[in-house]
């Protein structure tokens, strides 16, 4: 059995390690719409040993040693749930004492309920939870829970770890079209998020196929309004896919770059632009240059500022 997979490359991590504690089959507690394992095959909330530690830490050691110098982090994560595995906390450990990269899990969070699962998220340097819903009909539809989760202890367990956490939150929230998309739902998980203390927020759809049929991906404009969406609730939010994949605006050329494809694909107004790239002190002056090389045009609709591409209307 093999437990390690990768390198991969993740936008999100880097170059990242992965461990799997569940194994073959797919365990979670929830079945999710745009799962892209398949169907659950085991929907459970009861905790168990999985794989055998000392196997999974001899083969660990060994693909570390090969692809130590290429990492930027080791992830555990699972065909399933992470945190169903009972021995988290022992295998964190241990790998820990093994690597001098950070340490990440990704979780859809239902378990963080549970003290145990809190105390061993609690030796990740990352911990990546994921919150799809902010009211427990939502929760249903998208998550489809086993029958004894419900969301609201998960979310208030969750706000607690996040004020105990000393390693770095990522809150992962994935959309689907028509079932949590909607602006009211989206000021709805921003008013949860905005109690945890977290690093960032990184939105996502369903990119690859789902589980189900049901799972509709965002467009690229969709995903970009829905994070300007959160953005404007104070939430800091990075979409991780495709165009916003891109957006790395490290450098003032990434940064024109990124302008001229986000102009490109809907007009944008001045405080939308402001909120975006709320680091920069450069746009002002990228802006002065897109105009100049006639590669945007600004117009005023309803007294405020637009940035619009010269070309929309001529395909
Ligand atoms: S929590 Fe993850 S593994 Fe479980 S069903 Fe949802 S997407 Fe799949």
Redesign the pocket.
């Known amino acids: 059995m093999t437990y390690i997979f990768g390198p991969v490359p993740s936008r999100r991590l880097g170059r990242s390690l992965g461990v799997d504690i569940i194994g073959e089959k797919?365990i979670?507690?929830?079945?999710?719409l745009?799962?892209?394992?398949?169907?659950?095959t085991k929907r459970t909330v009861t905790r168990g040993h999985f794989v055998p530690i000392d196997d999974l830490i001899e083969e660990f050691s060994n693909e570390y040693e090969k692809f130590r110098d290429s990492l930027d982090v080791v992830t555990i994560t699972?065909?399933?749930?992470p945190t169903l595995n009972i021995d988290l906390k022992t295998i964190a450990v241990k790998i820990k004492k093994i690597i001098n990269h950070p340490l990440v899990i990704?979780?859809?969070s239902?378990l963080i309920t549970e003290p145990e699962v809190r105390e061993a998220l609690h030796e990740f340097d990352i911990v990546v939870p994921?919150l799809d819903a902010a009211d427990d009909d939502t929760f249903r539809e998208i998550?489809?829970p086993a029958e004894n989760i419900s969301l609201q202890p998960v979310i208030d367990s969750l706000i607690l770890f996040s004020k105990e956490f000393e390693g770095r939150l990522y809150i992962e929230v994935?959309l689907l079209k028509g079932i949590n998309d909607s602006d009211e739902h989206l000021s709805m998980l921003a008013d949860i998020i905005r109690c945890c203390n977290y690093d960032k927020v990184q939105l996502n759809t369903a990119f690859r196929p789902g589980?189900y049929k049901k799972a509709v991906k965002l467009s690229d404009v969709e995903l970009l309004d829905a994070a300007m969406h959160l953005k404007k609730r104070g939430i800091f939010v990075e979409p991780v896919e495709n165009f916003v994949k891109t957006m790395d605006i490290s450098s003032e050329i990434d940064l024109k770059k990124t302008l001229l494809q986000l102009i490109n694909m809907r007009p944008c107004s001045d405080s939308d632009l402001r909120q975006l790239f709320s680091s920069s002190g450069k746009l002002e002056k990228i802006i002065d240059e897109l105009i100049e090389e006639k590669k945007i045009i600004s117009i005023l609709k309803n007294d405020q500022p637009y940035f619009v591409s010269p070309f929309i209307g001529k395909k």
Do not use: F
């Not at 699972?78 to 749930?81: R, V």
């Open positions: 797919k979670c507690t929830l079945d999710c745009y799962c892209e394992l398949g169907k659950t699972a065909s399933g749930e990704l979780t859809n239902t994921s998550n489809r994935l589980a």
